[in-house]
């Protein structure tokens, strides 16, 4: 299973941005879908997850600004960031919780896409 994230890039502060990830490569089902970011010198938080069934969670630090969805027919996660802050700024991960017909059930990464957002 791969994991393509995309819509990263350098925007301004209270700008928007939208990510996009899409998972491919065999027969599998997608339970969780997230979003992680990980900046300069600190962990890798989780930012946002969604389960298949919809329901969503969120870091507070992002809560109202930003919004996660999915569309499970074309094995896709979003993630829609708006009122953007320069805290923000960060290489963005998306993450999947899959059962991969044959091989089991396991967490996938994607190759992660830059925000970065200016003053």
């Known amino acids: 299973v791969q994991l393509q994230a995309s819509g990263g890039g350098l925007v301004q502060a209270g700008g928007s941005l939208r990510l996009s990830c899409a998972a491919s490569?065999?027969?599998?089902?997608?339970?969780?879908m997230a979003w992680y970011r990980q900046a300069p010198g600190k962990q890798r938080e989780l930012v946002a997850a969604i389960s298949g069934g919809g329901s969503t969670n969120y870091a507070d630090s992002v809560k109202g600004r930003f919004t996660i969805s999915r569309d499970n027919a074309k094995k896709t996660v979003y993630l829609e960031m708006n009122s953007l802050k320069v805290e923000d700024t960060a290489v963005y991960y998306c993450?999947?919780?899959?059962?991969?017909?044959?091989?089991?059930?396991?967490?996938?990464w994607g190759q992660g896409t830059q925000v970065t957002v200016s003053s």
């Open positions: 490569g065999g027969t599998f089902s997608i339970y969780t």
């Open positions: 993450n999947a919780d899959v059962y991969v017909r044959d091989s089991g059930r396991g967490y996938f």
